[in-house]
């Protein structure tokens, strides 16, 4: 296909210029030829560029749909990246295989363009999931939770992933992963998972590995998912016992805007003491509140630093991450995960006395509207 054709469709004068001004640099006159820039160019700059005009050109499905089976990598996952939405629905069974592409990166742009299409979707995928064999069976796997969430798999499936499950958790138990934090999270002063389930209304607690119920908060939390849709509220990772502390991931009560400062101190007056920490992957945001007895003793977060309480001796000798003030400029801000390891314990790491493992429990919320949907690493 004619570059200079393609060029002509295109409506954006911006993205026009940008992509014929990369064209004529590289000497490009056809479509294939970007993707042998994508797959032969040894300078990022040049790739990234490459990438670009690949997507903003709109070559058309059929032309995406056979990248789909490009030799390269980068190909392959940029083509995949160019179905989403209902429309993509009639391509549904052309991108099974992307499902089991051997690149990982790739797998997770098809899995993400399943993901969009639509719960009409889900017949195709329960049925490959049934006759299908080796990779794309697994794949549709994968699909089927993504699309709909682990309510829609079969008894069957869901036998296979607790046992599996099972495996990695005693697997787990000799090595340390670190976890993504960009979210908050309560530490309570207990050793009594069940207690913690039961104070917060939690139900149908299931075993999960540290890597699936961080991947369960951080899927659950960066959805881009209505209120009403009952996502952020659904679920809750809680950890085994560890140092003394018992983690909860996520709202640990019914679906309510209610501030951390009141969950603290419910929270501490039934167990005695309790913390909330929170970090941002994005931007500089960070907070803690500690409560004990049902008393808040400290709150602060960075971008409320107006209705901060309290003081902590452990802040002593650092800058809070607000205050840009001439006498602090000299100090390095502490973050919550500071707070975290001198005062509870810090889940960027799961090091130290661990016992038992962590589970997945519903709230009100997700036994109402059901788990949320998406493929989690195990």
């Not at 499950?165 to 908050?184: A, D, N, P, Q, S």
């Not at 908060?217 to 809750?236: S, Y």
């Amino acid at each position: 296909m004619e570059i200079r054709a393609l060029l002509d469709r295109m409506t954006h004068e911006d993205n026009r210029r940008e992509v014929g001004d990369f064209v004529a640099g590289h000497g490009i006159t056809s479509f294939d030829e970007i993707a042998d820039v994508i797959a032969g160019s040894d300078d990022s700059e040049v790739v990234r560029s490459a990438c670009r005009a690949f997507t903003m050109l709109h070559a058309g499905d059929e032309v995406y749909l056979a990248a789909t089976r490009h030799p390269h990598p980068t190909v392959r996952r940029m083509a995949a990246s160019m179905f989403r939405g209902e429309q993509a629905l009639r391509h549904a069974h052309e991108l099974l295989p992307v499902l089991a592409d051997e690149d990982h990166y790739v797998r997770r742009e098809a899995l993400w363009a399943f993901g969009t299409m639509g719960p009409d979707v889900l017949p195709l995928l329960q049925e490959t999931r049934r006759t299908a064999k080796g990779a794309v069976r697994r794949g549709a796997l994968a699909g089927i939770v993504e699309v709909a969430g682990p309510d829609a798999l079969s008894a069957q499936d869901r036998g296979v992933i607790e046992r599996y499950i099972r495996f990695k958790i005693e697997e787990e138990m000799y090595g340390t992963e670190e976890m993504h934090l960009c979210g908050g999270w309560f530490a309570i002063r207990t050793e009594d998972q069940n207690a913690v389930l039961q104070v917060c209304g939690l139900q149908d607690p299931t075993p999960v590995t540290k890597v699936l119920g961080g991947a369960a908060w951080n899927n659950d939390h960066h959805a881009w998912a209505k209120d009403e849709e009952h996502v952020r509220c659904a679920r809750v990772y809680v950890t085994g016992s560890w140092d003394g502390w018992t983690l909860v991931f996520g709202e640990p009560f019914e679906h309510a805007d209610r501030p951390v400062t009141e969950i603290c101190a419910v929270l501490s007056a039934a167990f005695g003491e309790a913390h909330y920490y929170g970090m941002s992957c994005g931007d500089g945001w960070t907070a803690w509140c500690i409560a004990k007895g049902g008393e808040i003793v400290r709150y602060y977060d960075a971008f409320k630093a107006e209705e901060q309480i309290g003081e902590l001796d452990v802040e002593d000798g650092w800058g809070l991450p607000h205050d840009w003030s001439d006498e602090n400029e000299d100090l390095e801000d502490i973050w919550a995960t500071d707070v975290a390891e001198e005062l509870s314990v810090n889940p960027t790491y799961f090091e130290g006395d661990i016992e038992g493992h962590g589970v997945l429990a519903l709230t009100q919320c997700g036994r109402t509207y059901g788990s949320p949907k998406g493929f989690l690493e195990i």
